[in-house]
């Protein structure tokens, strides 16, 4: 009878939120809560958005972006030009509440929780009988009934009985955000089934993918598995490249080739793994199994020492020059947007420093003055330059003259991504098999 009576008040507050939500509170406006919050806010719902930068709070209500993502601008000027998206540094009163901050990996590699916390922190005064709270941020397995819970329940009410509790992970891939947010199957994990269901009736506003009900705990991992799933990849192919490096073989040949048998998919080397979710993600599950997560740990191991592999490389191209110059294309973690985070290619440029090269590095996506070693053209990037160290694949960089890269075959080219593959084989650049070879993550 006990057991009926709860699942009687979990359903009147999933209808209650279903079907007379007017306002969405989302907290944090990064690359995931602001382009989800102005979908919503141009499917008719009323958006608070919530950021403790007040540089982008500023920024968002001067009629700017903060961040560099294909489409987003238009829905967010959409969203503010109909006035359903305001911009605000601390939350207010609504219906639902959705958290999507970030959640970076410490020294120590475990998830650092603080962005998460503060954000439950604050929803507290404002939480009311019959809301709905969406974790959206990608977190270690339990985070939602076991931290993000017991925090909201500090208001007094309970979860499940008074209101629902819900985690929703994004599934998106930088370039292609709003795209996906519409299209992409969305996963939804529930602390009881009224809240997943919830959880499905709001999404339903835009989202046409396929939506999936479980339990939270249960979609916290899934996250993590898909992310881990690429980087146990990633780092297989890394393997391959290192081995065919010993080899003396061209492993981009070899995988093109490999790649041709009907159940064979071996990624792209590269010169390191980035973004804020591969490189850190399967870290997550090595913090809450640390003794089963053996081969996700090793994979973290090998993606990790790739920039360090890349710099080995370097000081092998330039041993015996006196104050040799080193010029880095590309500072993002992948190719044609402004994301530096966990980029393989800011580290190797500061591992360089490190070493006490002089190392300009240019990058068209990135603002300058973001890293001190940044430079504000190709050109000057160039100017002097020992060695070219190419480290990401910007569609900006496949139509430079080769003979600019290489300055007439005065200079040596480390292609890192493999991007001048139609470069001939008698160019003076690396041997393949001398590449830095790690895979693309995507």
């Not at 404002?126 to 709905?132: E, I, M, Q, R, S």
């Not at 996250?223 to 073989?249: H, P, Q, S, Y």
């Not at 591992?351 to 001190?372: N, Q, W, Y």
Request: with cysteine.
């Amino acid at each position: 009878m006990e057991t009926e009576t709860h699942l009687s008040a979990s359903a009147k507050v999933s209808s209650t939120i279903t079907e007379c939500t007017k306002t969405i509170c989302v907290l944090g406006l990064g690359y995931i809560g602001l382009p989800t919050g102005s979908m919503f806010a141009t499917h008719g719902m009323r958006v608070i958005g919530v950021d403790i930068n007040p540089h982008i709070v500023d920024v968002l209500t001067g009629g700017g972006l903060h961040i560099e993502e294909t489409g987003v601008k238009d829905v967010v000027r959409e969203a503010m030009k109909s006035g359903n998206l305001v911009v605000r540094r601390v939350p207010e009163p609504a219906d639902v509440f959705i958290i999507a901050v970030p959640t970076p990996i410490n020294q120590d590699k475990t998830a650092d929780m603080r962005a998460v916390t503060s954000a439950a922190e604050s929803i507290v005064p404002h939480l009311a009988p019959g809301n709905l709270v969406i974790l959206e941020s990608t977190s270690p397995p339990r985070t939602t009934v076991d931290l993000v819970r017991p925090i909201l329940e500090r208001s007094a009410l309970t979860a499940g009985r008074d209101f629902l509790l819900a985690y929703s992970p994004e599934r998106v891939l930088p370039g292609q955000i709003l795209k996906e947010l519409v299209e992409n199957p969305r996963v939804i994990g529930g602390i009881d089934r009224a809240s997943a269901e919830a959880g499905r009736d709001l999404y339903t506003a835009f989202v046409k993918g396929e939506i999936v009900l479980t339990d939270a705990t249960t979609a916290e991992m899934i996250k993590l598995m898909e992310n881990t799933f690429r980087d146990v990849n990633i780092a297989l192919a890394n393997e391959f490249g290192l081995i065919a490096e010993k080899l003396g073989v061209n492993v981009w040949e070899a995988i093109d080739i490999a790649n041709r048998h009907p159940r064979v998919k071996i990624l792209r080397p590269g010169p390191g793994v980035g973004g804020h979710c591969i490189a850190v993600d399967p870290w997550f599950l090595v913090e809450a199994a640390p003794d089963r997560a053996q081969l996700i740990r090793q994979a973290r191991r090998v993606n990790d020492a790739m920039p360090k592999h890349v710099v080995e490389q370097v000081k092998q191209v330039v041993a015996g020059i006196k104050n040799p110059a080193i010029a880095c294309l590309g500072l993002t973690f992948k190719a044609d947007i402004d994301d530096t985070r966990e980029s393989p290619a800011v580290e190797v440029v500061k591992l360089l420093k490190a070493e006490g090269f002089d190392v300009r590095a240019f990058d068209p996506h990135v603002k300058i003055g973001t890293f001190s070693f940044q430079v504000e053209s190709l050109a000057k990037t160039l100017d002097g330059a020992t060695m070219v160290v190419l480290l990401t694949d910007h569609s900006a960089f496949k139509t430079i003259p080769r003979d600019q890269l290489t300055l007439y075959g005065q200079r040596t080219l480390l292609d890192t991504r493999n991007l001048l593959n139609d470069m001939p084989m008698d160019q003076p650049h690396l041997q393949m098999e001398k590449q830095p070879l790690m895979a693309l993550a995507e």
